[in-house]
């Protein structure tokens, strides 16, 4: 179970200051972590379910569409923002929210940098329960993963690997591209110019 213990906010997502103005060695270890990250719980072999009681962008959102199932409190918000940021979401972004989304409203979302209120979210799929607060969460958390109690473990591990298989074979074979990919791109003069003026955007609003 993935929760978070701030009140408003369940994963701020990445840190932008490790991709503003980068340090090669730096940035190198912070995506190989979130890629290890990904791996380990998109992959995991047992039943994961997301209490989201906080907002959920970007990296957050991400790793809440790495479990199975996904529950959210109200009156917060939850989507892969990265284009507001002139960020592009990676492939692997993008196949954790097409196993959650049809592929219509997925390309919608992720070219807009859409970000959705929880009954937004659960109109299109992208969470699978609302609860009133986080004890409800956590309580209908329990009685989503209580379930598996009476299916055979194997059979559910399976099943659940072989339908993840393709995302998680692609990264497996492709993990030292992505992180080329990745620092080249957010290395551009225009990226980081996009970074430097969202960053610019937080001091004038922490400053209010």
Same mark, same amino acid.
Request: hydrophobic share 40%; net charge neutral.
């Given at each position: 179970?993935?929760? +978070?213990?701030?009140?408003?906010? $369940?994963?701020?997502?990445?840190? !932008? ?8 060695? #730096?940035?190198?270890? $912070? ?18 379910? &997301? &209490? ?14 790495? @479990?199975?199932?996904?529950?959210? @409190?109200?009156?917060?918000? !939850?989507?892969?923002? *990265?284009? =507001? ?5 990676? %492939? ?11 592929? #219509?409203?997925?390309?919608? &979302?992720?070219?807009?940098? #859409? ?7 659960? %109109? ?9 607060? =986080? ?8 009685? $989503? ?23 998680? *074979?692609?990264? +497996? ?11 080249? $791109?957010?290395? +551009?003069?225009?990226? +980081? =110019? ?8 937080? %001091?004038?609003?922490? &400053?209010?």
């Amino acid at each position: 179970m993935s929760q +978070q213990s701030s009140p408003t906010v $369940f994963s701020a997502g990445l840190d !932008i200051m490790e991709m503003y103005k980068p340090k090669p060695d #730096r940035v190198k270890e $912070f995506w190989t972590t979130l890629q290890d990250v990904w791996l380990a719980l998109y992959g995991s072999s047992f039943p994961t379910v &997301a &209490a989201i009681n906080g907002h959920s962008p970007a990296g957050g959102c991400l790793l809440s569409l790495c @479990c199975e199932y996904r529950i959210m @409190c109200p009156n917060y918000s !939850i989507g892969l923002n *990265e284009t =507001k940021l002139g960020i592009v979401a990676p %492939k692997w972004f993008m196949s954790s929210m097409l196993g959650a989304i049809p592929y #219509r409203e997925a390309e919608l &979302a992720l070219t807009s940098g #859409r970000m959705f209120s929880t009954d937004e979210a659960l %109109k299109i799929g992208l969470i699978d329960e609302v609860a009133s607060d =986080k004890a409800d969460a956590i309580a209908k958390s329990e009685k $989503f993963l209580s379930q598996f109690a009476k299916i055979h473990p194997i059979a559910r591990k399976l099943t659940k690997l072989n339908l993840r298989h393709s995302a998680l *074979e692609w990264m +497996q074979e492709n993990k030292e591209l992505d992180l080329n990919i990745f620092i080249s $791109f957010v290395g +551009q003069p225009i990226v +980081q =110019k996009s970074l430097e003026k969202y960053l610019e955007g937080l %001091k004038a609003k922490q &400053a209010k």
